[in-house]
């Protein structure tokens, strides 16, 4: 049986968040042994090698940045360094399904940046939607609550970085070449990584260690590689939805690697963040508007 365009997009979209979700797991397990900074280096290492290949083979690597996405790269840069930073930092004291339920929430925060920051049209609905997906992320992280978990507010804080990341993305000229804004990117998490190196030590890479860290860089390339595809081959409104399996594949994960499940509470949370993004997706395909799925989100380095 030929699958179908979109049938195409979603199994890329769903294969590419099993491949983010691999990569979170892996660093998320060599951070037991080797400190953070050292770990984010090593795997920045080798993700920007794969990068530079990527994009000699595209024909895509350009050394010069236009005058006008200079100011934008940087700030895009800062905000995938913060990101990666919160995020990993929260990744190694929470559950990795309790993060992933946070991170669902990104969609809707894009949604509503973009309306408060770019004057994007956003109708009640969606604004209902965003507010009910706000309640969600509040069962998660139910603050002031015996089972409050102050790395939670390290999560959200990765998603306001991430936002923040995707909106400036918007920004930048059509003629700059994805695979250059994702190496630049990755130049800038390793670059960082490689400063504060002092402050988080070094220790001996065991064979372990290594494999892991080579997985994560390989499924991160891996993800990036099919979420283009995912985005290239089907419908963005139909595709984009398919985002939300990285919680399934990492509720498997952190029960099967870390013996880790979420609460209820949690799983409540994720539930209604899910169901308002993709109520959010639809109602804007229906309006004919950009879905706020962020339009580089092949270019997550975290």
């Known amino acids: 049986m030929q ?16 491949a983010f979700t691999l990569n979170d797991t892996c660093m998320k397990a060599v951070t037991v042994t080797l400190p953070l900074y050292q770990a984010i ?12 290949i990527i994009g000699w ?4 690597l350009r050394v ?27 990744l190694r004291q929470m559950p990795l399904a309790n993060l992933s339920a946070i991170l669902q929430f990104l969609p809707l925060a894009v949604t509503l940046t973009a309306a408060l920051f770019l004057r994007e049209p956003v109708g009640w609905r969606r604004m209902s939607a965003i507010l009910t997906g706000f309640f969600g992320v509040l069962l998660i992280v139910r603050p002031g609550t015996a089972g ?22 918007r920004r930048l000229s059509s003629s700059m070449p994805s695979a250059m804004v994702a190496l630049y990117a990755a130049i800038s998490v390793t670059v960082t990584a490689a400063i504060l190196l002092p402050f988080g030590g070094w220790a001996e890479v065991t064979l372990g260690s ?71 997706f639809h109602r804007e ?3 004919g508007q950009k879905v706020a799925i962020p339009e580089t989100a092949p270019l997550r380095i975290r």
């Open 3 to 18: 699958l179908t365009d979109n049938s195409r997009g979603a199994l890329y979209m769903s294969i590419a968040m099993a």
């Open 41 to 52: 280096l090593l795997r920045g290492g080798l993700t920007c090698i794969a990068l530079l």
């Open 57 to 60: 083979r595209m024909g895509a």
């Open 64 to 90: 010069r940045i236009a005058k006008e996405d200079r100011k934008w790269i940087a700030l895009r840069s800062l905000g995938e360094v913060a990101g990666t930073l919160t995020f990993l930092t929260a």
């Open 148 to 169: 409050f978990d102050l790395w939670s507010l390290v999560g959200l804080a990765s998603v306001a970085c991430v936002v923040l990341r995707d909106l400036v993305t």
């Open 210 to 280: 290594a494999l892991l860290i080579a997985g994560a860089s390989g499924f991160l390339i891996i993800g990036y590689l099919l979420i283009v595809m995912a985005v290239r081959v089907g419908e963005i409104s139909l595709v984009a939805p398919f985002r939300y399996t990285a919680l399934v594949f990492a509720i498997a994960l952190g029960w099967a690697v870390f013996g880790q499940l979420p609460d209820t509470l949690t799983l409540t949370g994720a539930a209604i963040v899910i169901a308002t993004g993709i109520y959010t």
């Open 285 to 287: 395909r229906r309006l």
